[in-house]
């Protein structure tokens, strides 16, 4: 043998087996990205759609909100496209000759819906609800960014497993009063814009997502944020001015200054289930 694979070979060899090596890795690691590669995840892409309806001038130009067109989204586990008649409820009156809406008329008049593309399309395997998410503090922005500002839907996010658990990990950082989950302009309470929070209905003594209350003004000041609670004046009235707001002793509000500590106020008035039972197979394998 030694006569037939002299020493060039045996290094020949070695040197292969290292090349293949190599080409083993570098294909590994290319598909790993091509996998997370926004030509794989959408993310970033806008979808060549019917009608190229804009959020922007819909939700921040005429100041529609989110729930007008996705009726179902704090109900079911769908948010849902809005049907014909939504859009009808407007341009039957307003750009009724446009030849962007034609679809939208060709709809009306036939009674076939607008076939929209979806954007974004979790595979059937992975369970999904918009409701609970909703409920319980997650913001839209949170997920689909600022909505507000597309003048073309596209995928903000990658929707892909590690995203999810990336905050099923910490749920903590992304939770806002209930209230704000439409708020496309919501930010994180910090030292110079705190937020102030209340356990409403303190009666019972079981907390719920929606005895939660939260205001972003002082509510010791008399203002405008308190006007609409209309409560009676009590006798420890004497020495606040005239008509200034007394506080029920019922209501005393928390003052948070950071997203952690709203966090983990959040979590317990939430009940928000331990990150390892967010992040474990079966809540969203079933
Ligand atoms: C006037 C009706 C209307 C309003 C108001 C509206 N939307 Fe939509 N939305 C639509 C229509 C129609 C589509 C489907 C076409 C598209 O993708 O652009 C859509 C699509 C979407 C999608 C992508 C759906 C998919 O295919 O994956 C998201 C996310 C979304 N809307 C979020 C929001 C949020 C958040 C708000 C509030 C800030 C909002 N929408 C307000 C009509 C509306
Ligand atoms: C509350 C009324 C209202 C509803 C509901 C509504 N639109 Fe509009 N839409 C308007 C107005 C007003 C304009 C003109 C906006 C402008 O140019 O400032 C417009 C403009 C448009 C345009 C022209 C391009 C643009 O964005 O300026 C398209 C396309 C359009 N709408 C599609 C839709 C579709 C599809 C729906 C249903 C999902 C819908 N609209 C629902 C009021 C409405
Ligand atoms: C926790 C993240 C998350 C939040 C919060 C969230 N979404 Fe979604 N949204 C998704 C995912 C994921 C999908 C894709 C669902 C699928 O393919 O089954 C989706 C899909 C949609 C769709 C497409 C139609 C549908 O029902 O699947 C619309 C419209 C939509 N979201 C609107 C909203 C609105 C409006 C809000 C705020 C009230 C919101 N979403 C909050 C993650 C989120
Ligand atoms: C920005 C934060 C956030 C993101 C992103 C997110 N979730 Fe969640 N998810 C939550 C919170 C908060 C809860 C509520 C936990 C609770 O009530 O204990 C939840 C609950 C759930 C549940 C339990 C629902 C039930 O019926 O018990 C499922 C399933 C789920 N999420 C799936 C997903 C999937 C799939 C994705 C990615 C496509 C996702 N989530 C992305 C925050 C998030
Ligand atoms: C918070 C929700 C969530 C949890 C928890 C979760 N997954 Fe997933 N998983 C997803 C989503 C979303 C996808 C789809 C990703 C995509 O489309 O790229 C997925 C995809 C997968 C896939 C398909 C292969 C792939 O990567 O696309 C496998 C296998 C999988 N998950 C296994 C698991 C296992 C094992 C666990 C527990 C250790 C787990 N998942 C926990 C949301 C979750």
Redesign the pocket.
């Known amino acids: 043998m030694a006569q037939i694979f002299d020493r060039s070979s045996n290094a020949l060899a070695r040197m292969s087996l290292v090349l293949t090596g190599i080409l083993v890795i570098a294909l590994g690691v290319t598909l790993n990205e091509l996998q997370r590669s926004p030509w794989v995840t959408r993310q970033g892409q806008r979808a060549d759609q019917p009608v190229p309806f804009s959020h922007k001038h819909h939700v921040q130009g005429l100041g529609l909100q989110c729930q007008y067109c996705h009726t179902s989204v704090e109900k079911s586990s769908y948010a849902g496209i809005p049907p014909t008649k939504t859009c009808m409820n407007c341009h039957a009156q307003i750009w009724t000759n446009a030849a962007l809406l034609e679809p939208v008329r060709h709809s009306w008049a036939t009674g076939e819906s607008i076939r929209w593309i979806k954007v974004h399309d979790?595979p059937d395997f992975?369970?999904?609800?918009h409701s609970?998410?909703v409920n319980?503090?997650?913001g839209c922005a949170?997920?689909h960014g600022r909505v507000d500002l597309m003048p073309l839907m596209y995928e903000q996010?990658t929707?892909?497993?590690e995203?999810?658990?990336?905050?099923?990990r910490n749920?903590g950082?992304?939770?806002r009063p209930t209230s704000e989950i439409y708020n496309m302009a919501w930010k994180a309470p910090t030292e110079d814009h705190p937020v102030w929070c209340s356990v409403t209905d303190a009666k019972t003594g079981v907390p719920t997502a929606e005895s939660v209350s939260c205001v972003t003004k002082d509510p010791t000041d008399s203002g405008p944020a308190m006007a609409s609670l209309d409560m009676p004046a009590t006798p420890g009235a004497k020495d606040a001015a005239p008509g200034a707001m007394v506080m029920p002793a019922s209501l005393s509000y928390t003052k948070f200054t950071s997203q952690k500590a709203l966090g983990d106020f959040l979590i317990d008035q939430?009940?928000?289930?331990p990150p390892r039972?967010?992040a474990s197979c079966e809540?969203?394998h079933?």
């Open positions: 979790l992975v369970y999904f609800n609970v998410h319980k503090g997650i949170s997920c996010n929707l892909q497993m995203w999810c658990l990336n905050c099923h749920p950082k992304n939770l939430y009940h928000i289930r039972q967010l809540t969203c079933r």
